[in-house]
Nanobody, 119 residues
Framework: QVQLVESGGGLVQAGGSLRLSCAASGSVFSINRMGWFRQAPGKERELVAR????????YYADFVKGRFTISRDNAKNTVYLQMNSLKPEDTAVYYC????????????WGQGTQVIVSS
């Protein structure tokens, strides 16, 4: 079992920055990929960025490329999402998720953290 706890959300003006953190605990040795997703009201959940746990391979959705950076600190079992140049359309609940070697999908999810970007 893996437990994930997000933090760092909040209210920010357009153009501002926030850094989200996702601390993993439990069977972290089984994690091979971490991702950040978001879900805005009335919209489907979408992948924002992901990172391989043991390497430096990353992926970004087109709508955040050049603005968001995903990183991880294995010593702290924590993944970060640095969000710069925020736009009102980035307003959503952000979730981190973990995929383990036992599965092909993201099987573990955090509780989510709200990000609100005011115009």
């Amino acid at each position: 079992q893996v437990q994930l706890v997000e933090s760092g959300g909040g209210l920010v003006q357009a153009g501002g920055s926030l850094r989200l953190s996702c601390a993993a605990s439990g069977s972290v040795f089984s994690i091979n990929r971490m991702g950040w997703f978001r879900q805005a009201p009335g919209k489907e959940r979408e992948l924002v960025a992901r990172i391989n746990w043991s390497g430096f391979s990353t992926y970004y959705a087109d709508f955040v490329k050049g603005r968001f950076t995903i990183s991880r600190d294995n010593a702290k079992n924590t993944v970060y999402l640095q969000m710069n140049s925020l736009k009102p359309e980035d307003t959503a609940v952000y979730y981190c998720a973990a995929r383990t070697v036992q599965g092909s999908e993201y099987g573990y999810w955090g509780q989510g953290t709200q990000v609100i970007v005011s115009s």
